[in-house]
């Protein structure tokens, strides 16, 4: 296998970044990817810090058996704790996600922005910096939303407790003259159709898959690494818990869920 040929991998906590895999394939249907779901530690949110650095070496190392020539980090609260790290040791490139603040910003009229995203993400001094260095004379309201990834990874993506649980969220911000939403977690574009009925057509929302995708791209580009296959890539699947509720979402989104998850050490 040389260098161009080689798959990209992509990894969260669980099934979220299968978002960022739709836009990926969207953007680069030439490349292989694997997937991996971390499942049996999900929600990586509320971890210490360390056990998160910690499982994002460990996925990071199967993936690098596996011939990984670029490893997408696919949760904001992974990409805060380790993805510093991870390019400090490991010498292959690695593309995290952060919260569409700067784009937010940008397009708000009314001159508040709300973020939605887990406690984790939005208590760390990335975030914080983020903030600061994008949004200036922007109000930027955050709102943790507890709850929500147990809810996606359960399958529930439009049922009553999750509109009872989104609608919670939103209102104060809507009530606050929100005009953009971000979504900073990749679980939550899969509860986009019950937001987006929560807050309005009046209210934009931004999640951050379509730009992990263009980054990808541009640092396969830059390190000689795009494969030259114009389409035709494939994804293999790999997690540490539910196959079956691994295969149920990939099914879901539209993935063709053939061929079993292959396990990861735990």
Same mark, same amino acid.
């Given at each position: 296998?040389?260098?161009?040929?080689?798959?990209?991998?992509?990894?969260?906590?669980?099934?979220?970044?299968?978002?960022?895999?739709?836009?990926?394939?969207?953007?680069?249907?030439?490349?292989?990817?694997?997937?991996?779901?971390?499942?049996?530690?999900?929600?990586?949110?509320?971890?210490?810090?360390?056990?998160?650095?910690?499982?994002?070496?460990?996925?990071?190392?199967?993936?690098?058996?596996? &011939?990984?020539?670029?490893? $997408?980090? @696919?949760?904001?609260?992974?990409?805060?704790?380790?993805?510093?790290?991870? %390019? #400090? +040791? !490991?010498?292959?490139?690695?593309?995290?996600?952060?919260?569409?603040?700067?784009?937010?910003?940008?397009?708000?009229?009314?001159?508040?922005?709300?973020?939605?995203?887990?406690?984790?993400?939005?208590?760390?001094?990335?975030?914080?910096?983020?903030?600061?260095?994008?949004?200036?004379?922007?109000?930027?309201?955050?709102?943790?939303?507890? &709850?929500?990834?147990?809810? $996606?990874? @359960?399958?529930?993506?439009?049922?009553?407790?999750?509109?009872?649980?989104? %609608? #919670? +969220? !939103?209102?104060?911000?809507?009530?606050?003259?929100?005009?953009?939403?971000?979504?900073?977690?990749?679980?939550?574009?899969?509860?986009?159709?019950?937001?987006?009925?929560?807050?309005?057509?009046?209210?934009?929302?931004?999640?951050?898959?379509?730009?992990?995708?263009?980054?990808?791209?541009?640092?396969?580009?830059?390190?000689?690494?795009?494969?030259?296959?114009?389409?035709?890539?494939?994804?293999?699947?790999?997690?540490?818990?539910?196959?079956?509720?691994? %295969? #149920?979402?990939?099914?879901?989104?539209?993935?063709?869920?053939?061929?079993?998850?292959?396990?990861?050490?735990?």
């Amino acid at each position: 296998m040389s260098a161009t040929t080689a798959p990209v991998g992509v990894f969260d906590s669980g099934l979220g970044g299968l978002t960022v895999l739709q836009s990926l394939r969207s953007l680069l249907p030439g490349e292989d990817f694997i997937y991996f779901a971390d499942q049996a530690f999900c929600p990586y949110g509320g971890r210490p810090e360390a056990e998160i650095r910690d499982r994002a070496f460990a996925v990071t190392d199967a993936l690098r058996a596996e &011939g990984a020539k670029l490893v $997408v980090v @696919a949760c904001n609260t992974a990409t805060i704790a380790a993805v510093a790290a991870l %390019r #400090a +040791a !490991v010498d292959i490139p690695f593309v995290g996600m952060e919260p569409a603040v700067k784009p937010a910003s940008a397009l708000t009229r009314s001159g508040v922005v709300g973020v939605l995203a887990t406690q984790g993400s939005l208590a760390g001094d990335k975030f914080q910096h983020l903030v600061a260095t994008h949004a200036q004379g922007v109000k930027v309201l955050t709102q943790p939303c507890r &709850g929500w990834v147990e809810l $996606v990874e @359960a399958g529930d993506l439009d049922g009553p407790v999750v509109r009872q649980q989104v %609608r #919670a +969220a !939103v209102q104060p911000l809507i009530d606050a003259g929100c005009d953009v939403l971000v979504l900073g977690c990749t679980h939550f574009p899969l509860l986009r159709p019950v937001i987006a009925d929560c807050v309005g057509p009046a209210v934009t929302l931004l999640e951050t898959g379509p730009a992990v995708a263009r980054q990808t791209l541009r640092v396969l580009e830059q390190t000689g690494l795009r494969n030259p296959r114009g389409d035709g890539g494939s994804i293999r699947w790999r997690g540490t818990g539910d196959d079956v509720a691994f %295969r #149920a979402m990939r099914l879901r989104l539209g993935f063709d869920a053939q061929g079993e998850t292959a396990p990861l050490s735990r």
